[in-house]
């Protein structure tokens, strides 16, 4: 399907190759509101084409770094080596970074299960598999199904970086394709966990998660997220050549930031950029 | 056996099999070197498919790669002091990439590397793993004690601080689904082919024919969505093990792919066996049960053999199914636990890999030794049919 995706892309940038033209690639987590900011952009500046692919924040970086992508969708920062192979070709100078919304993960578990929250050490503990039943966490007296994604999704890094610590996934994790594929996992299994967008959860439960045992569980919503009060969320980023930030492109990328542009964030299941961090 | 070819063979054959003993039309002779470069460009494109594969994955053989998590810096200061060739190789460029940067990009780079080792988390920076090259082959293949793990383990982990690359669990998985796919389909195909070509009534014959042919007309995608929506929940309740989705499902999904490649080969080789075998027995008083599974089987046998290994080959190198139904690589031979394939491995990891990196290496490894299982078992297979032909002809 990416590939499609991406031979129409190329199919369709041949036809449009006019002034005007912005690429965007990179993040699957981000491709649907991109396509839904360039949709909306385009019917508002006609003149201006843009073109939306995924593939994954690596893929983006990849593209940026070969000038094949004018801006580069990522749910994750740029590594170090990234950077430094973007500088060979920008002329010294590194990628500009823009946030461009936020986002929270869920934990998602099978509805009939009977457990609320969690904190954020026993979610890693059941994801490393160091927690293998559920009743060590206060829930039924069941074995755990891990499901989890694909290594090559931004949001596997995510997880595996800051709720995992850094360790590894259990090997008994099953890798599901896509975060719908998760959730339909879960529904499917009664002592299933799963994680991705909380927007995405659809008719399993969403857990509270707790920053540690004392604290408070907090439910995944927009305030809670918003406040920083939910432990679990990352920024979504755009990265540009700033060689190419003038003109269209910076137009383009100040109305995503703007009110006009950060209203169609809610839609996608994201939540808009505070205020403040709207000029950085 | 027939009597021309006596006659033949006799012909003096030339060069590349163009007969001497007659004349040629010019359009026939085209065709016919036409034909043979195609054939000959068959060869030459699995040969230039196999040296590209394995071009890619040469560095992981010479153990030019390093994935070791802390690395030597080379503080910016002493650039100077190192030759270019060593800068080079330090900010892994390419010779023209190496030329077309300036001074002040070199710096910066220069600062990226240093930059990049101190983005290590301070959990990691004294870990007994983080100076090792996991893209050697003892970590490739040999069970290694990794901090946090209790005992040596097979680990496939490509993404994370440390990364993991143990292509064991991955081998045993692609077998343990193969090995599943193939139990469950050739009795299937093999029976559904003997029924098709030697007991069924023609009316029958003309639907279940292209029926199960049909089967394979189903994209496999689809097949592994209705394994992983249908399939793994009926399996479970019938069967009750703990991981939904889990080898056995996989091989049972990927048996429908399999069997309409089984079936049509083998159901071609019984019904070329010569209709005499079939008469004489069954004048001789045999049952039609008795001729098919006693003489026309035995008869097929090299034929349905070839279907087998060419469903082995089909199963093997199935991506789809395996990536949607299960894809944990766990390191064990129980049917009931998830497994991972090589070619699941290769397709959902390639999209994200940095190319030119270890992992991309990795996979394209993987890539060459699934190519290099494939032809061997091929070969062996081939080399067996042989034998069964003769042996089944009377020749030695």
């Given at each position: 399907?990416?590939?499609?995706f991406?031979?129409?892309?190329?199919?369709?940038?041949?036809?449009?190759?006019h002034?005007?033209?912005?690429?965007?690639?990179?993040?699957?987590?981000?491709?649907?509101?991109?396509?839904?900011?360039?949709?909306?952009?385009?019917?508002?500046?006609?003149?201006?084409k843009?073109q939306?692919?995924?593939g994954?924040?690596?893929?983006?970086?990849?593209?940026?770094?070969?000038?094949?992508?004018?801006?580069?969708?990522a749910s994750?920062?740029?590594?170090?080596?990234?950077?430094?192979?973007c500088?060979?070709?920008?002329?010294?100078?590194?990628?500009?970074?823009?946030?461009?919304?936020?986002?929270?993960?869920?934990?998602y578990?099978?509805?009939?299960?009977?457990?609320?929250?969690?904190?954020?050490?026993?979610?890693?503990?059941?994801?490393?598999?160091?927690?293998?039943?559920?009743?060590?966490?206060?829930?039924?007296?069941?074995?755990?199904t891990?499901?989890?994604?694909?290594?090559?999704?931004?949001?596997?890094?995510?997880?595996?970086?800051?709720?995992?610590?850094g360790?590894?996934?259990?090997?008994?994790?099953?890798?599901?394709?896509?975060?719908?594929?998760?959730?339909?996992?879960?529904?499917?299994?009664?002592?299933?966990?799963?994680?991705?967008?909380?927007?995405?959860?659809?008719?399993?439960?969403?857990?509270?998660?707790?920053?540690?045992?004392?604290?408070?569980?907090?439910?995944?919503?927009?305030?809670?997220?918003?406040?920083?009060?939910?432990?679990?969320?990352?920024?979504?980023?755009?990265?540009?050549?700033?060689?190419?930030?003038?003109?269209?492109i910076?137009?383009?990328?100040?109305?995503?930031?703007?009110?006009?542009?950060?209203?169609?964030?809610?839609?996608?299941?994201?939540?808009?950029?505070?205020?403040?961090?709207?000029?950085? | 056996?027939t009597?021309?070819?006596?006659?033949?063979?006799?012909?003096?054959?030339?060069?590349?099999?163009?007969?001497?003993?007659?004349?040629?039309?010019?359009?026939?002779w085209?065709?016919?070197k036409?034909i043979?470069?195609?054939?000959?460009?068959?060869?030459?494109?699995?040969?230039?498919i196999?040296?590209?594969?394995?071009?890619?994955?040469?560095?992981?053989?010479?153990?030019?790669?390093?994935?070791?998590?802390?690395?030597?810096?080379?503080?910016?200061?002493?650039?100077?002091?190192?030759?270019?060739?060593?800068l080079?190789?330090?900010?892994?460029?390419?010779?023209e990439?190496?030329?077309?940067?300036?001074?002040?990009?070199?710096?910066?780079?220069?600062?990226?590397?240093?930059?990049?080792?101190?983005?290590?988390?301070?959990?990691?920076?004294?870990?007994?793993?983080?100076?090792?090259?996991t893209?050697?082959?003892?970590?490739?293949?040999?069970?290694?004690?990794w901090?946090?793990?209790?005992?040596?383990?097979?680990?496939?982990?490509?993404?994370?601080?440390?990364?993991?690359?143990?292509?064991?669990?991955?081998?045993?998985?692609?077998?343990?689904?193969?090995?599943?796919?193939?139990?469950?389909?050739?009795?299937?195909?093999?029976?559904?082919a003997?029924?098709?070509?030697?007991?069924?009534?023609?009316?029958?014959?003309?639907?279940?024919?292209?029926?199960?042919?049909?089967?394979?007309?189903?994209?496999?995608?689809?097949?592994?969505?209705?394994?992983?929506?249908?399939?793994?929940?009926l399996?479970?309740?019938i069967?009750?093990?703990?991981?939904?989705?889990?080898?056995?499902v996989?091989?049972?999904?990927?048996?429908?792919?399999?069997?309409?490649?089984?079936?049509?080969?083998?159901?071609?080789?019984?019904?070329?066996?010569?209709?005499?075998?079939?008469?004489?027995?069954?004048?001789?008083?045999?049952?039609?049960?008795?001729?098919?599974?006693?003489?026309?089987?035995?008869?097929?046998?090299?034929?349905?053999?070839?279907?087998?290994?060419l469903?082995?080959?089909?199963?093997?190198?199935?991506?789809?199914?395996v990536?949607?139904?299960?894809?944990?690589?766990?390191?064990?031979?129980?049917?009931f636990?998830?497994?991972r394939?090589?070619?699941?491995?290769?397709?959902?990891?390639?999209?994200?890999?940095?190319?030119?990196?270890?992992?991309?290496?990795i996979?394209?490894?993987?890539?060459?030794?699934?190519?290099?299982a494939?032809?061997?078992?091929?070969?062996i297979?081939?080399?067996?049919?042989?034998?069964?032909?003769?042996?089944?002809?009377?020749?030695?």
């Amino acid at each position: 399907m990416k590939k499609l995706f991406s031979i129409l892309s190329v199919a369709a940038l041949a036809v449009n190759l006019h002034a005007g033209n912005i690429t965007v690639k990179g993040s699957d987590t981000l491709v649907i509101l991109a396509q839904k900011w360039a949709e909306v952009y385009m019917g508002q500046h006609p003149e201006v084409k843009i073109q939306v692919s995924g593939g994954g924040s690596g893929i983006g970086f990849a593209a940026l770094q070969s000038q094949t992508t004018d801006l580069c969708d990522a749910s994750r920062p740029a590594k170090a080596a990234e950077i430094a192979k973007c500088q060979v070709v920008f002329g010294g100078k590194r990628p500009t970074e823009y946030k461009v919304a936020l986002d929270g993960l869920s934990v998602y578990v099978n509805p009939e299960n009977t457990l609320k929250e969690l904190t954020v050490d026993q979610v890693g503990d059941i994801f490393t598999g160091k927690i293998k039943n559920w009743k060590e966490v206060g829930g039924p007296d069941a074995p755990i199904t891990v499901y989890s994604r694909e290594n090559s999704s931004g949001t596997y890094e995510f997880f595996k970086e800051h709720v995992l610590k850094g360790k590894d996934f259990a090997a008994s994790a099953q890798t599901m394709p896509g975060t719908a594929a998760i959730v339909q996992a879960v529904l499917k299994d009664k002592s299933a966990i799963g994680y991705g967008g909380a927007a995405y959860g659809g008719n399993s439960k969403l857990l509270n998660i707790k920053h540690d045992d004392n604290s408070p569980a907090i439910a995944p919503t927009e305030d809670n997220v918003l406040n920083g009060t939910y432990p679990i969320w990352r920024y979504l980023y755009v990265y540009v050549n700033p060689n190419l930030d003038k003109g269209e492109i910076s137009a383009y990328l100040g109305w995503i930031r703007s009110d006009d542009g950060q209203k169609y964030v809610k839609d996608i299941g994201y939540y808009p950029l505070p205020k403040n961090l709207r000029n950085n | 056996m027939t009597p021309n070819t006596k006659n033949e063979d006799r012909r003096p054959h030339g060069w590349i099999g163009i007969h001497r003993g007659h004349k040629a039309r010019p359009v026939e002779w085209l065709a016919e070197k036409f034909i043979f470069l195609v054939s000959l460009s068959a060869i030459a494109m699995v040969l230039l498919i196999f040296l590209f594969v394995a071009r890619e994955a040469l560095p992981v053989f010479f153990g030019e790669t390093n994935t070791a998590l802390i690395q030597p810096t080379i503080p910016v200061a002493e650039m100077d002091k190192h030759s270019p060739a060593e800068l080079r190789r330090y900010l892994d460029l390419t010779p023209e990439q190496y030329k077309s940067v300036d001074h002040d990009t070199l710096l910066a780079l220069m600062q990226g590397k240093i930059d990049e080792q101190n983005e290590v988390p301070e959990n990691f920076r004294n870990d007994a793993d983080a100076h090792i090259n996991t893209t050697e082959w003892k970590y490739l293949v040999q069970a290694h004690q990794w901090s946090g793990y209790d005992k040596p383990e097979h680990i496939w982990q490509p993404v994370g601080q440390i990364k993991k690359f143990n292509i064991i669990p991955l081998f045993v998985g692609t077998l343990k689904i193969t090995l599943i796919g193939l139990l469950f389909a050739v009795p299937l195909a093999v029976g559904a082919a003997i029924y098709v070509s030697q007991l069924a009534r023609p009316r029958v014959r003309e639907i279940v024919k292209p029926v199960i042919e049909m089967l394979s007309g189903i994209p496999s995608v689809v097949v592994g969505f209705f394994a992983l929506l249908v399939m793994a929940t009926l399996l479970q309740k019938i069967f009750g093990y703990q991981t939904r989705l889990n080898a056995f499902v996989a091989g049972v999904a990927l048996g429908f792919a399999v069997i309409p490649v089984i079936f049509s080969i083998a159901e071609d080789a019984l019904t070329s066996v010569p209709r005499a075998y079939t008469q004489a027995a069954l004048a001789l008083g045999a049952s039609r049960w008795q001729t098919a599974w006693q003489i026309v089987l035995p008869a097929a046998i090299p034929g349905v053999f070839a279907a087998t290994v060419l469903g082995f080959g089909r199963a093997i190198g199935e991506t789809m199914i395996v990536l949607m139904v299960c894809s944990a690589s766990v390191m064990s031979w129980s049917i009931f636990d998830s497994a991972r394939s090589i070619t699941t491995t290769i397709a959902a990891e390639m999209g994200e890999v940095v190319a030119g990196g270890p992992h991309y290496r990795i996979l394209f490894l993987l890539g060459a030794l699934l190519f290099a299982a494939t032809f061997i078992s091929n070969m062996i297979a081939d080399f067996v049919i042989h034998r069964f032909k003769n042996k089944l002809e009377g020749k030695r």
